[in-house]
């Protein structure tokens, strides 16, 4: 976990393999996360980056059901909204997965318009007072 001065901390992490997809699940759930930052694609240069670790539609993780509701496709980002429940929690928490799909293995955005752009739209869209945030690329 990363602490910022005068910020919420956020979680830094790598994108999820199919091995680790209930460990990463669980803790999003463990630590109360309301927002999923991912900055990588499934595949670059034919090489796997990470597994594509939420459903079309709904999947169970062992005890955690992961539940697709709303996907928002935009030029350079989607955005995912999930429901999220653990079995014997009685609590339902909407997750959401802010995509950004324009960022190059190995490089870096051609264009800042776009970046900036998902950056406003990860905090608009960001419970204040959720836990932290998951960065993952």
């Known amino acids: ?49 990470c597994c594509k670790y939420w459903p079309d539609d709904t999947e169970i993780y062992r005890d955690i059901k992961v539940t ?21 929690a009685h609590e339902i928490r909407e997750i959401r997965q802010f995509h950004f799909t324009g960022w190059p293995d190995h490089g870096v955005p051609y264009h800042a318009t776009g970046l900036l752009g998902f950056i406003r739209r990860v905090k608009s869209k960001t419970l204040t007072n959720a836990g932290p945030m998951v960065v993952h690329c």
Do not use: C, H
Request: aromatic fraction near 10%; glycine fraction near 6%.
């Open 68 to 88: 697709l509701i709303e996907t928002e496709l935009l030029s350079e980002y989607v955005i995912r909204t999930f429901a999220v429940e653990k079995r014997g």
């Open 1 to 49: 976990m990363i602490w910022l001065p005068g910020r919420k901390s956020l979680i830094a992490t790598q994108g999820p393999m199919q091995e680790t997809v209930f460990d990463f699940w669980r803790m999003v759930w463990q630590e109360n996360t309301a927002a999923i930052v991912m900055v990588t694609n499934l595949v670059e240069v034919g090489r796997v980056k």
